[in-house]
C-alpha cells in the first residue's frame, strides 16, 4: 500500500500542471488570452524507437502544428513513476488524461484487450492487421465501457521473435531451453513445447542472457540489436511470437471537456502517427533480421553474425496445434465466456478457429 501511494504521488505531481492549466482551458479554450491548451502525455517505451522517433517528436511538434493552439509534454511511462499494470486505472481516476497501455501486460487483469496479440496469433504483419481491423471495435468498447477512456490509436512494436544463445532448427527444438518471456501467454505457449519460461522486464533481458539465468529470449527483431542482444545469442528464428501492441487514449471526461476544433484535430494527426508506427514496424521487423543476420540491407542498426531459422512447414503446423489446444485455452481459463463470446463474433470467423469453455 505505501508503495501504491508513492508512486500516485509521483504521477499527480508530474500531472498537477496539467489540471492547473487544462480546466481554464476547457472552461473558455478558444479565448486567446488564455494562450495554448496545454496537454502531458504519458507515452511508451523509453529508448525505443517508436518512442524516439515517432512519438516524442510527434508531440514535441504539436505546438507547431496546431498553430500555437495546442503545447504537449511527454514523458515514456517506464520513467514516469507508473507501473504499466495500473495504467487504465490511473486513466478512469483521471489521474493519467492521456497515456500509453501496453495489451499484453494489462491483459494480467483484463485478459479480452489482449485477443488480437495472443502469442502466435499473427505470424506476419498482414495477419496482425487483418486481426486489429477485426477486433478494433471491441477494443475500443471495452475501453470506454470499463475504464472510460476514449480510444485514439493503437500502435504496435516489431515482431517479437526467439533469440538463443544455441542453435536450434525450429519450435521443437526449444524444448527444456530456459526462456525469457513477457507475458503470461507467452509463457504458457512455451511450456507446451517443453520450455521453462521465465518472465523478466525488457530492461533485464539482455543480463538474463549474459548471466546464463535464460538461454533464449523473446523481444523484438529490432529492438533486440539496440541492447546488444545479436552480440550474446547467434540464432534467430523469423516467425513472430507476439507484436506488443499498445492502446493510446485519453479520460473521457478530460477528451470531452476539450473543445471541438482540439479533438479534431487531435484524431486527425494521431491517426497519420498510427499508419507511421505500423509501417515504421513493418520496416523495422525486417531491418532487425537483416541487421542480427548482419545482411548488407541493414541501415537501421549494427550488423551481427546471427543465424536466422526459417518458418518449416512443421512450424507453421505445430503453431496451429498450439493455438488451439493451448494459447487460446489458456486465454479462455483466464477470461472465461466474454473471451469465447468476444473471439468467435470478432475473429473466429476470419481466422477459422474458435474459442470454446472446456
Known sequence: MACLFFRLRQVVLWLVPLVLGLLPAVTDAQSPAQGPLRLKIVGGLADVSQYVRYEEPFWRRLEETSGGRLQAEIAPFDRSGIRAQEMLALMRLGVVPFGTALLAIVSTEEPEFNAVDLPIVNPDMASLRRSLALYRPHLEALLAERYDVELLAVYTYPAQVVFCRSPFNGLTDLAGRRIRTSSVGQSEMFAALGARP????????LAAIRSGVVECA????????????????????????????????????????????????????????????????????????????????????????????????????????????????????????????AWNTYLAPTLGVSARLD
Open 198 to 205: 521465465i518472465v523478466i522486464p525488457f530492461g533485464e533481458t
Open 218 to 341: 523473446v523481444t523484438g527483431t529490432l529492438s533486440a540489436n539496440a541492447i546488444g542482444l545479436h552480440e550474446v545469442t547467434t540464432h534467430m528464428h523469423s516467425m513472430a511470437i507476439t507484436w506488443g501492441l499498445s492502446v493510446f487514449g485519453a479520460n473521457k471526461a478530460v477528451w470531452n471537456g476539450m473543445p471541438d476544433w482540439a479533438r479534431t484535430l487531435l484524431r486527425a494527426e494521431l491517426a497519420n502517427l498510427e499508419r507511421q508506427i505500423w509501417d515504421a514496424a513493418e520496416v523495422e521487423t525486417v531491418q532487425g533480421i537483416a541487421c542480427n543476420a548482419g545482411r548488407p540491407t541493414c541501415t537501421g542498426g549494427r550488423r551481427g553474425s546471427m543465424t536466422v531459422v526459417p518458418v518449416s512447414e512443421a512450424d507453421q503446423q505445430r503453431r496451429i496445434r498450439l493455438l488451439t489446444e493451448t494459447v487460446l485455452p489458456g486465454w479462455v481459463r483466464r477470461c472465461g465466456e466474454p473471451c469465447v463470446e
